[in-house]
């Protein structure tokens, strides 16, 4: 398992479903706190799991989860599903100091963007935001068919490593860097212009001092390099 676990850990695991996985790690011995939104599957894991000391469930939608539901410390696992994978994702910043590492089956696009390099058309505002506070690997791909009902689309499993690359403000570099990618078709510059309401010769002088060329496009950047022009950009304000 990708993941690890081991005996007296905490794993936090998003959507435990009827709890084949769950029921793996609760047999490891590790102290298992499943998150499930869905009325008919809560069922399922408190008839499964009655009794079993190592094993809570929290029954609640993820994205209404604190840190006040949480260990203080833990291992994240999890099949994210494909319609609300980025914002799940994004919600880890608010459990970053506290989860060690995370292990997700994604949509397998998702995950090429998330591991996108400069200059991949795949490099997006998503990319970066999330490099900001993680490291991610794309582990293996999974077969559509390895799942019931068998979806559309092929699925990635990706881990996630805390860093921490985050601006103190959060937030406005999010904004900064959404911006950038407003016209992702047309040049840094126009994107610039268009999605920070910034005037030509502003863009074309920061884009200069972080040492690109004028006619470079929003996915051409790494991460430093956004990190550098958002610098730039606090500066102006």
Known sequence: MALNPQPGENI????????????????????????????????????????????????????????????????????????????????????????????????????????ASPGARANGSFTIIMQAGFDIKAMFRVHPGAFKPVPAVGSTVIKLKPVSREPEDFENFKTFVRGCFRQKRKTLNNSMQLGLNLPKKECESMIEQIGKQDNIRSEQLSFDDYLNLYELWCDLR
């Open 12 to 115: 936090v695991e998003i959507g435990s479903g009827k709890g084949a996985l769950t029921a793996v790690m609760v047999k490891k011995g590790c102290r298992v706190t499943a998150i499930e939104f869905d009325s008919e599957l809560i069922s399922v894991l408190e008839h499964k799991f009655n009794n079993v000391n190592n094993f809570t469930l929290l029954a609640k939608d993820f994205l209404t989860v604190t840190s006040a539901d949480l260990p203080s410390r833990f291992k994240l696992i999890g099949n994210i599903p494909y319609n609300i994978t980025t914002v799940i994702l994004e919600k880890l910043f608010e459990f970053k100091k506290a989860v060690s590492n995370a292990v997700f089956t994604v949509q397998s696009e998702v995950a090429d963007r998330l591991t």
